[in-house]
Each structure stands twice: as structure tokens, then as C-alpha cells.
């Protein structure tokens, strides 16, 4: 399994970013999909997530700001980013629940990440 995560950069602050990520391999069905972050010095914390029914999940501190989306098609997610501040400023990763086979156990699975900078 693959996730290919994109978009990251520098953008000044009130900016946008939307950032995409591609699952591929040996993937059978994703159950759900969510973008989590990490900024210097902190912990991970979930950002936004998605599940194929549709129902969705955002940080307290992105709420409004941020909006996640899904092609369930072409297995890809993206988060758009709209409203940034330098606290916004992190590594974003993006993870998925898949079953590799049908009836196999839900797995979880990591990509790398990509880095978000907010300028004030």
C-alpha cells in the first residue's frame, strides 16, 4: 500500500492550500480517511477525517476553516485549506482504514508527510 501525499508549501497567512493524497496497492476497501498534523514540539493531532458513508470530522482548531473531500473512485482524499495562520504551520499526514481483501481485519496505514508553512 502506498499513500502519496501533495500540495504542501508556503503560503502567507489569511492564504489557501489544498492538499491531495492517492491511495494505491493492495487495497480492497477504504473504510475511512483523515489528514492529521504535527508542528514542532507537539503531539499529533487529527485534523479532519472522512469515512465513505460520508460523515465527517474536524479539529476544534480548524473547524470552518478547513474542508475535507474524497474521490472514492480514484481512492484519492484532499483537505482544502482556507483561512491559514502561522499556527496552522505543520507536517500533515495522511492516514486510511483499508481492508486489503474482503472480510479481512481493517488495517491502519501512514503516508509521509508534507510540510504546511504559514507565514505571518
Known amino acids: 500500500v502506498q499513500l502519496q501525499a501533495s500540495g504542501g508549501g508556503l503560503v502567507q497567512a489569511g492564504g489557501s492550500l489544498t492538499l491531495s493524497c492517492a491511495a494505491s496497492?493492495?487495497?480492497?476497501?477504504?473504510?475511512?480517511m483523515a489528514w492529521h498534523r504535527q508542528a514542532p514540539g507537539k503531539g499529533r493531532e487529527l485534523v479532519a477525517a472522512?469515512?465513505?458513508?460520508?460523515?465527517?470530522k474536524y479539529g476544534d482548531s480548524v473547524q470552518g476553516r478547513f474542508s475535507v473531500s474524497r474521490d472514492g473512485a480514484k481512492n484519492t482524499f484532499f483537505l482544502q485549506m482556507s483561512g491559514l495562520k502561522p499556527e496552522d504551520t505543520a507536517v500533515y499526514y495522511c492516514?486510511?482504514?483499508?481492508?486489503?481483501?474482503?472480510?479481512?481485519?481493517?488495517?491502519?496505514?501512514w503516508g509521509q508527510g508534507t510540510q504546511v508553512t504559514v507565514s505571518s
Open positions: 492516514n486510511i482504514m483499508y481492508r486489503s481483501r474482503a472480510f479481512s481485519p481493517s488495517q491502519d496505514y
Open positions: 496497492g493492495s487495497i480492497s476497501a477504504i473504510s475511512a
Open positions: 472522512v469515512t465513505t458513508g460520508g460523515a465527517t
